[in-house]
């Protein structure tokens, strides 16, 4: 650990980010932006700034009917599926948001190898055919070969297989993929550099600018899809959101064959903190972020999340999103039964896979357990 160098890479997006949130005042923007945004085929930047204003949250019915249409155009009825699985809750970073915070005095754990396998074995038995693997933060506590053989595992169970972890070097990147990761997830939590040092008190996360450019490094790794998101509620989301989709965008318009994808999570309570609640992030501010996300970037898929109440998901999933989660345990070994260590944060939407197809089939909606073909 004490070798280890965080990798720079030669990268403009972050200057092209950082630019237009600076820049991005909401209160400039009118009714009759957020209207020529809705009546253009093609998105500008300007576009999606009017789309995530406050003047828009009076068109949210527009937004909504336009983004369902265009979800419909590229997605069809298809609703995508898939778990996550928790290897391990030790972190060596203090994020004040987090349960896994280093210090935080909860149960911690780690699966070893027949553990993950037994995971996944439970989690197979429902269908389903992705899976996303997280731990906390740290090569120490779960290192790049540990995940790598998570992976490998999984590729014995699943079809598509994704990671959120801490974020890796290039060649750490290659190290997984070629064990059979297929995507990177890398959540900036929040586009403010100042604001992300205040919440980001000690560790590897705290390094704003190498977590940026995770995703690009994954993709440089050769991974299939990289996804994007911030935790809508740290600070001023319209500004998170629009520098979500921007780091995006810049990212698709380098790598134009990778699968892109964005999650729109909001805080969530967690073990020890009483305090943390979505700031200022209504259920319609919410809707409203994900429809100029969909407005804006046609093609990506978009999840949502389990925080959210399951009648809030059941609507979304028909007005934009593509993609969800099911069956979702946040602790570390409960898909069998057997509890281990702490949840990281708390869900609201505890459905089974069972129950989640039930409700799609019942919507008139197409499951899809996986769209690739390895």
Same mark, same amino acid.
Do not use: W
């Given at each position: 650990?004490?070798?280890?160098?965080?990798?720079?890479?030669?990268?403009?997006?972050?200057?092209?980010?950082?630019?237009?949130?600076?820049?991005?005042?909401?209160?400039?923007?009118?009714?009759?932006?957020?209207?020529?945004?809705?009546?253009?085929?093609?998105?500008?930047?300007?576009?999606?700034? %009017?789309?995530?204003?406050?003047?828009?949250?009076?068109?949210?019915?527009?937004?909504?009917?336009?983004?369902?249409?265009?979800?419909?155009?590229?997605?069809?009825?298809?609703?995508?599926?898939?778990? &996550?699985?928790?290897?391990?809750?030790?972190?060596?970073?203090?994020?004040?948001?987090?349960?896994?915070?280093?210090?935080?005095?909860?149960?911690?754990?780690?699966?070893?190898?027949?553990?993950?396998?037994?995971? /996944?074995?439970?989690?197979?038995?429902?269908?389903?055919?992705?899976?996303?693997?997280?731990?906390?933060?740290? *090569?120490?506590?779960?290192?790049?070969?540990?995940?790598?053989?998570?992976?490998?595992?999984?590729?014995?169970?699943?079809?598509?297989?994704?990671?959120? $972890?801490? =974020?890796?070097? @290039?060649?750490?990147?290659?190290?997984?993929?070629?064990?059979?990761?297929?995507?990177?997830?890398?959540?900036?939590?929040?586009?403010? &550099?100042?604001?992300?040092?205040? @919440?980001?008190? =000690?560790?590897?996360?705290?390094?704003?600018?190498?977590?940026?450019?995770?995703?690009?490094?994954?993709?440089?790794?050769? /991974? *299939?899809?990289?996804?994007?998101?911030?935790?809508?509620?740290?600070?001023?989301?319209?500004?998170?959101?629009?520098?979500?989709?921007?780091?995006?965008?810049?990212?698709?318009?380098?790598?134009?064959? %990778?699968?892109?994808?964005?999650?729109?999570?909001?805080?969530? &309570?967690?073990?020890?903190?009483?305090?943390?609640?979505?700031?200022?992030?209504?259920?319609?501010?919410?809707?409203?972020?994900?429809?100029?996300?969909?407005?804006?970037? &046609?093609?990506?898929?978009?999840?949502?999340?389990?925080?959210?109440?399951?009648?809030?998901?059941?609507?979304?999933?028909?007005?934009?999103?593509?993609?969800?989660? %099911?069956?979702?345990?946040?602790? $570390?070994?409960?898909?069998?039964?057997?509890?281990?260590?702490?949840?990281?944060?708390?869900?609201?939407?505890?459905?089974?896979?069972?129950? $989640?197809?039930?409700?799609?089939?019942?919507?008139?909606?197409?499951?899809?357990?996986?769209?690739?073909?390895?």
């Amino acid at each position: 650990m004490q070798n280890f160098r965080m990798q720079k890479i030669k990268s403009d997006i972050l200057t092209k980010v950082l630019t237009q949130i600076e820049v991005y005042d909401e209160k400039e923007y009118s009714k009759n932006d957020v209207l020529k945004a809705l009546n253009s085929e093609y998105l500008s930047i300007e576009n999606l700034k %009017a789309l995530l204003s406050s003047a828009a949250e009076d068109l949210i019915e527009d937004l909504a009917f336009k983004a369902s249409k265009i979800k419909q155009k590229y997605f069809g009825n298809n609703v995508s599926l898939f778990t &996550p699985l928790y290897l391990s809750n030790f972190c060596n970073s203090k994020c004040v948001y987090c349960g896994f915070q280093k210090g935080n005095k909860i149960a911690r754990a780690k699966l070893d190898e027949n553990e993950i396998r037994e995971e /996944m074995q439970a989690i197979s038995k429902t269908g389903l055919q992705e899976i996303l693997m997280l731990t906390g933060e740290g *090569r120490e506590f779960a290192s790049a070969e540990y995940i790598a053989k998570a992976c490998e595992i999984a590729r014995e169970y699943f079809k598509v297989v994704g990671v959120e $972890i801490y =974020a890796m070097n @290039i060649d750490e990147y290659e190290l997984l993929h070629e064990k059979g990761c297929d995507y990177v997830t890398v959540f900036q939590e929040t586009y403010n &550099p100042i604001k992300y040092s205040k @919440i980001h008190l =000690a560790g590897e996360k705290s390094v704003f600018d190498y977590r940026f450019n995770a995703q690009e490094r994954a993709l440089r790794a050769g /991974m *299939r899809g990289v996804a994007f998101g911030a935790l809508l509620g740290i600070d001023d989301f319209r500004k998170d959101a629009l520098a979500t989709a921007l780091h995006a965008y810049f990212l698709q318009q380098l790598y134009p064959s %990778a699968e892109i994808s964005i999650s729109i999570p909001r805080l969530r &309570p967690i073990i020890n903190n009483a305090k943390i609640h979505p700031k200022d992030v209504s259920e319609k501010r919410l809707l409203q972020v994900l429809c100029a996300y969909r407005l804006f970037l &046609p093609f990506a898929h978009i999840t949502i999340s389990s925080r959210e109440r399951q009648g809030f998901r059941d609507e979304v999933i028909k007005l934009g999103a593509s993609k969800m989660s %099911a069956g979702v345990s946040v602790g $570390i070994g409960e898909h069998k039964g057997e509890k281990k260590g702490d949840e990281q944060f708390e869900i609201s939407d505890d459905r089974s896979v069972k129950e $989640i197809l039930t409700m799609l089939e019942n919507s008139g909606l197409q499951v899809v357990m996986s769209d690739y073909v390895g």
